[in-house]
């Protein structure tokens, strides 16, 4: 990756991740000119294989009634296709790759180098190794997430095959094919497209794109975490040429903010509608897999559609995390100006800081599309909607029982 040879190793480090599942596919936001054919082909393997996925997911749908399926059908259906257009609608990032280029290279001219302060290295490795550990984390638990919700099945089709109880052929999606599963080798390979197609979709589209805004929101908020710092222990001075410095100094720090403030913003620009598209269907998800936790008897699919709905859950929270840090350290701007020794300093200096208090006093927030600011009181939120739609779909079922 030429491009971000150059940008700090550890800034780099923050955001390798997603940008290397969405190289997987072919999506690229840096090295337009670099393995451009072969792009092309993992972009339209992808393409391939979502719209084979989707055709089957929307054709069962279509087809309800000839295929006679259940309530417990449909309810497991419900949530993969709502999961699926996500992530797929998560792919109109690309379309402001421009933007997310910007907003990289400015935070990486204004990541910070060697450090011979030694509280300010101390809490940027603190920030940093925070950032790595909550994304490790949750690549690794989607990652058994997929594992097994994708793998009980099949477990239990062959154990029971070396048991002679002549199984039925179960797929962890209730799909619509247009051939009949008669034999054992087309249910493997029919099992291995799904696998092969919800890991694909899940981890390339929906999660990288979490963690590209979950990395970018931190980073900007750790800068203006180090910017704290820096107000707070400025060097203040009263007369003479030192005032005259004490004024250079803070000045410096205002331009600082400035453009943290404009990164903040653009950052809302790239990621409201993705955010959106969150809050529209992570509730109806989260709703249907706890639905199917409560109603389906067998302990393996229980067990595999809770660890469905927590993984949908955590996600959610993953993505209402970074926009409650970012709003916390913007509005500390003004504790920190204010914690400053601006009274030891001349009128200019005054004026700055009550300007920096009064700018701040309007934390940054990430909203989607100005329809809810994502936050922990959002995310309460989504939990209370989550539990009405879960009670409502349940005592539904029990009525037609």
Not at 6 to 17: A, K, R
Not at 67 to 78: C, F, H, V, Y
Not at 84 to 105: D, E, N
Not at 345 to 358: T, W
Request: charged share 20%; proline share 2%; hydrophobic share 50%.
């Amino acid at each position: 990756m030429a491009s971000l040879d150059h940008l700090p190793s550890s800034f780099i480090d923050t955001i390798i991740v997603p940008v290397k599942l969405y190289r997987f596919i072919g999506l690229q936001f840096f090295d337009d000119d670099r393995a451009r054919f072969k792009n092309y082909c993992k972009l339209i393997l992808f393409i391939l294989l979502s719209f084979i996925f989707s055709c089957g997911l929307i054709l069962f749908f279509i087809k309800i009634n000839e295929i006679d399926a259940g309530i417990l059908e449909i309810a497991n259906a419900t949530p993969c296709l709502c999961l699926v257009i996500q992530s797929l609608l998560k792919l109109s990032l690309l379309r402001k790759k421009h933007l997310i280029r910007s907003v990289v290279y400015e935070i990486a001219e204004m990541w910070p180098g060697e450090m011979e302060n030694r509280e300010q290295k101390e809490l940027m490795d603190n920030w940093l190794h925070r950032n790595k550990l909550i994304c490790d984390s949750i690549l690794k638990f989607t990652i058994f997430g997929l594992l097994i919700y994708n793998g009980v099945s099949l477990v239990i089709y062959f154990i029971l095959r070396i048991l002679d109880k002549n199984p039925a052929y179960v797929f962890p999606f209730e799909l619509y094919y247009p051939f009949e599963i008669d034999s054992v080798w087309k249910y493997v390979a029919v099992y291995l497209m799904h696998i092969l197609a919800t890991t694909i979709i899940y981890e390339c589209s929906y999660l990288s794109c979490d963690m590209f805004l979950f990395s970018l929101t931190v980073n900007v908020s750790m800068l203006l975490r180090l910017l704290h710092y820096d107000l707070v222990n400025i060097d203040v001075r009263r007369r003479g040429q030192e005032a005259d410095e004490s004024l250079a100094n803070l000045k410096n720090i205002v331009k600082r903010h400035q453009k943290l403030l404009k990164l903040a913003e653009d950052l809302d620009r790239i990621f409201s509608a993705v955010m959106f598209t969150v809050l529209v269907f992570s509730s109806l998800i989260i709703s249907f897999f706890g639905f199917l936790t409560i109603v389906i008897k067998g302990k393996f699919q229980q067990f595999m559609n809770l660890i469905a709905a927590l993984e949908v859950l955590f996600s959610v929270f993953y993505i209402m995390l970074p926009g409650q840090i970012l709003s916390d350290t913007s509005s500390g701007v003004a504790d920190a100006a204010y914690q400053s020794l601006w009274y030891n300093s001349d009128e200019r200096f005054r004026k700055i800081i009550i300007i920096m208090i009064a700018r701040s006093q309007k934390p940054c927030i990430l909203r989607a599309m100005g329809y809810a600011d994502i936050n922990f009181e959002t995310f309460y939120k989504i939990c209370g909607t989550t539990w009405s739609y879960l009670s409502v779909v349940n005592q539904m079922y029990q009525d037609s029982l």
